[in-house]
């Protein structure tokens, strides 16, 4: 199982598109790919309509994500959680942490802090 | 070199290959399976095997994927420890293989043929969602798996409410919410349990004691209902498998293995909403009863070093389980003691309600001991110094400890002659007036020395009738339970106001009601550290049964729909939790002495009857009455107002001549068990004053609660 990561950038807005699933053995590789997307612009977009399954791991991997963009004073913004991937990110209280949107739409139009 | 950076490690990388893995001497320190850099470390103890193996399975395999044997040169002591490297954790499960003699006579059960669970795994693997058939012939079904214990906090940290302030209650982290009317996401689990804090919250109360967690198998109870021959289930959990992981069948996310995470954010978000929480811990024994039970972890590994043995190396059963936890040899005081620092270090637990805890001061031969090294040293732990620990003194073997339970100034103890007095007292027993107020007042006479928080005060718990089930049965009711009613307490003290079970009779109804307000109201203001039963508070019935312990079904489980149905006696409740906490004088953690400490002109406490000052003693007494002095509130550190409590348990009326007031002051109502709906208790502070200054008609079988304060002027 892989996680495929594609990115594009919005002005001052990184994108990130990933499809597969989060786990302990794509979370490493993931992190490594992700981190230099913090700090380039002053939001962090991560789309995660195409993730099927984050497991505990892959959860530290985003929340470690999200830990260095706010030393950055970069804004990590999750977008897409499939029902599932919410409902386990919100049990094990992860869901706190983020900045969550419904879709892409929806976090380009609250740009605000 | 900064903070920033952290240098690997000279000892990371592995020396030899044993079967098919990378691996090298590891650390005998911390005992279990720790990640390190790129690898995981496995630590086990065992004295007396001869090999020792560790056995791993990709998640979920029927067969290990590898066995790899410890050499000796991997072996400090008894400890065996190996680093393997290039394992994925998230997908691993492990266990250890010990070989050593069967010699039963000599305390030897060592079975080679057995794949024995860690007993420091923090995460368990087997039963992961609650109920479900597993696979019967597994050859390892409580599968020990490798914890991420990294969990955000912030600043969380226990909370450290004194314990004469708590009210505490008793809860069931499934029968909380699985009733198909909680309207939670997740009914059932540790997530259910955090979307019904607003409930905690509104109830006032500022401590969760959470009965076991602690990894235990639902299915290990072989009965079965007689009527409906369905499975019945070890649903309380007093059956530990694994004591560092949190039950898995509890978590909404326990299939994949994130339940530390998910209870870990039910105590963060407890401790938000100014909440405690308290674990009900079960030390006394394991899962792996007699002769004939299981071989889980601890049989296999070592004996005789894990369980009381008698000379002929049989297990002695105090714990009424077919064991006993050898808890004062030294390796099993460091197994609990490491345990209870795991718990509040890692997961923020605030005490500890020690299940049949006579039996931690018992010697490896069974004799009590006077200065039992564990109680001792958990008295004095550096991590557990202000933990919370409450002990069920007494255990199944006949020692009853109520206020000897050797206390080192930190133990508090569950006090059943509390709930058998106030029990009886109410039913309308005769001769039980002085020993009420030996009770109300922290029952100094058992806990002499010591504090008024010495005695955890209770009517009712899990282990017997709930508070509706209390005034509405003479008799259990436990046939559902598989054992022709054999089963359960038969001195339950309790009275069913006419009528055995459900009535149509508004009389009998009535007087339930006001029963149940009257208890609550005794314990609401009683010195000492109240409980409540989750339930208790919105009537909650078990039809009679007093030993739910294998009911998994609405007879255990908290009916929401009574929120409603009963909502003044939830009303009348939050009132009274509210009134304590607004009244120090009633939470000081001195015993009160009758006499006055402050030169206010009123002694801390003052007894009255149908006369005021003048008590009444006699055996067919049935009226009792005292007055706490605000001006003693907390040692007279606090100003309060006078509290008034008159209890009625006779079946006709009193007129009660209220005790004076220093001049401009009056008596106020706060509640009146005989007045019902609308005329609730409170507003706090708001109360209105009495028409009659000195005088209050007191019904049959009702509790008064006056506020003496100063008259509204203008």
Known sequence: MTVKLSSRTEGDTAVVVLEGEINSTTSGGLQAQLLPFVGQGSRLLIDLSGVSYVSSAGLRTLLIVHRRAQQLETRVTLVGLSEEVRFVMSATGFLDFFDIEEDLDAAREHTGR | MTTQDVRERVDAFPTRRIGGHRVRAGRPFPYGAHPVPGGINFSVYSDRATAMRLVLFERGARHPMAELEFPPEFRIGSVYAMTVFDLDAENLEYGFRADGPFDPGAGDRFDAGKVLSDPYARLISGRDVWGREPDWD??????????????DWGDDTPLGIPTEDLVIYETHVRGFTRHPSSGVSAPGTYAGLREKIPHLKDLGVNCVELLPVFEFDELDNPRTDPATGGRLHNY?????VSFFAPKAGYAATGRFGMQADEFKTLVRDLHRAGIEVMLDVVFNHTAEGNEQGPTISFRGLDNATYYMLTPQGEYYNFSGTGNTVNC?????????????????????????????????????????????????????????????????????????????????????????????????????????????????AGSPDLYRGRTASASVNFVT???????????????????????????????????????????????????????????????????????????????????????????????SWFDWGLVEANAELLAFTRALIAFRHAHPVLRSADHPTGSDRVGSGYPDIGWHGVRAWDPDWSAHSRVLAWMRCGRHAKGGTVRDDHVYVAVNAHWESHDLELPGLPEGQAWHLFADTGLGAPHGPGPLGAEPELHHPGRYHLGPHTLVILVGRDRRTG
Request: aromatic share 10%.
């Open chain 2, 328 to 440: 004062n040899h030294p390796v099993v005081r460091d197994f609990v003691l490491s345990c209870l620092r795991y718990w509040v270090s890692e997961y923020h637990i605030d005490g500890f309600r020690f299940d049949l805890a006579a039996i931690l001061d018992r010697a490896p031969d069974g004799t009590p001991l006077p200065n039992p090294p564990l109680l001792e040293q958990l008295a004095h732990d550096p991590i557990l110094r202000h933990t919370k620990l409450i002990a069920e003194a007494w255990d199944a073997a006949g020692l009853y400890q109520v206020g000897a339970f050797p206390n080192y100034g930190r133990w508090s103890e569950w006090n059943g002659k509390y709930r058998d007095t106030v029990r009886r007292f109410v039913k309308g027993e005769p001769g039980l007036v002085g020993e009420l107020a030996t009770r109300m």
């Open chain 2, 461 to 555: 718990a899990h282990d017997g009738f709930t508070l509706h089930d209390l005034v509405s049965y003479n008799d259990k009711h436990n046939e559902a339970n598989g054992e022709d009613n054999r089963d359960g307490a038969n001195d339950n003290h309790s009275w069913n106001c006419g009528e055995e079970g459900p009535s149509g009779s508004a009389h009998v109804r009535d007087l339930r009601t006001r029963q149940m307000k009257n208890m609550l109201g005794i314990l609401l203001t009683s010195q000492g550290v109240p409980m409540l039963l989750a339930g208790d508070e919105v009537g909650r019935t078990q039809l009679g049964n007093n030993n739910g312990y294998c009911q998994d079904n609405a007879l």
């Open chain 2, 138 to 151: 597994d050859v390892y079904p409580y599968r020990a798996k490798v914890l991420d214990d990294d969990f």
């Open chain 2, 236 to 240: 309380w959990g007093y059956n530990t």
